[in-house]
């Protein structure tokens, strides 16, 4: 398969040393995750506000880890692809290699990338209302709905950003500094929409990075990135792991 602009995009990468990456919902939608903007998103069969806020949860915890269970059983089906497998090998090549991630799946783990910073959360964690401490939950189904902390019985809630909600300021902080540090930044599957994540490339720029997204459609971003490659991140990234690699 020839897709244009891969060749000197893994130039690029053979000569960097520090590289950041930001992956999004479109790097999971081929494992069979769907995205939340893609045609086939969540949120065309669900509104966002009926169950990713604060109040949703305060209003109706059942219906909202309704939801949850049903995307953790999805995700507990789908394998890490060649995206995420690549990523997590390049994790051992480079001297700096950081991945940024939005998604919440645990899919980069899952393929085996260990530096990962998920400034959205991780929908296998759960944190109590009452004590604040999160805790790892891989049951699927889940027991019961809510689920309730294993230790003081108060309902838990998703370990999850939900809209409204502030992002984790020392996993931010870890990114931004990331971003500000890296020679190349990689920006995989993301519609650069949602905030602040969409700033971490412009600010990767800024600070005089080479930034290359890989999507098959055009982002608020594609116009000011230094390369643009349209198409899957299943099919690029491993062509660009072939003229980097060789194998
Ligand atoms: P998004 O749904 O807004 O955008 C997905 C992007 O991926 C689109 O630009 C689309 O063109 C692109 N894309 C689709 N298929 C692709 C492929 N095969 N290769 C490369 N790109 C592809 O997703 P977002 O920008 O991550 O922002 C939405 C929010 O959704 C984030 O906060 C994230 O936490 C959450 N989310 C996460 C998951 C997950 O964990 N897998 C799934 C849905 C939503």
Redesign the pocket.
């Known amino acids: 398969m020839e897709i244009e602009g891969v060749r000197p995009v893994a130039e690029i990468l053979r000569k960097a040393g520090r590289v950041a990456v930001l ?9 069979g ?6 045609k086939d ?2 949120w065309r069969q669900f509104r966002a506000e009926d169950l990713a806020t604060p109040e949703a949860f305060r209003r109706d915890p059942k219906l909202v880890w309704e939801w949850y269970d049903w ?1 953790r059983g999805l ?1 507990a089906n789908v394998e890490p692809n060649p ?1 995420h497998k690549t990523l997590a090998k390049w994790e051992k090549i480079f001297p700096e290699f950081i991945l940024i ?7 980069h783990a899952r393929a085996g990338s260990r530096h990962i910073l998920e ?3 991780n ?1 296998w964690k759960v944190r109590c209302l009452k004590e604040d401490a999160i805790t790892e939950s891989f049951d699927s189904p889940l027991r019961e709905i809510p689920p309730r902390c294993p230790s003081c019985g108060e309902i838990v809630r998703p370990h ?2 939900w809209f409204g909600e502030s992002l984790d300021p020392d996993v931010l902080e870890r990114a931004f500094a990331s971003c500000s540090r890296c020679e190349v930044m990689l920006v ?7 905030q602040p ?2 700033s971490l490339p412009l600010y990767a720029s800024e600070a005089g990075a080479v930034v290359i997204e ?4 055009p ?1 608020p971003l594609t116009s000011s990135a230094s390369h643009s490659l349209k ?6 990234l491993p062509l660009i792991d072939q003229f980097l690699t060789g194998s």
Do not use: W
Request: aromatic share 4%; glycine share 16%.
């Open positions: 992956t999004g919902a479109g790097i999971s939608s081929e494992s995750v769907p995205t939340f903007r893609g998103g969540l995307r995700i995206a991630t939005q998604n919440v799946d645990g899919l400034l959205h959360g929908i999850v950003v995989i599957g993301t519609s650069a929409y949602v994540a969409a890989i999507n098959p459609d982002t198409g899957k991140a299943g099919d690029i």
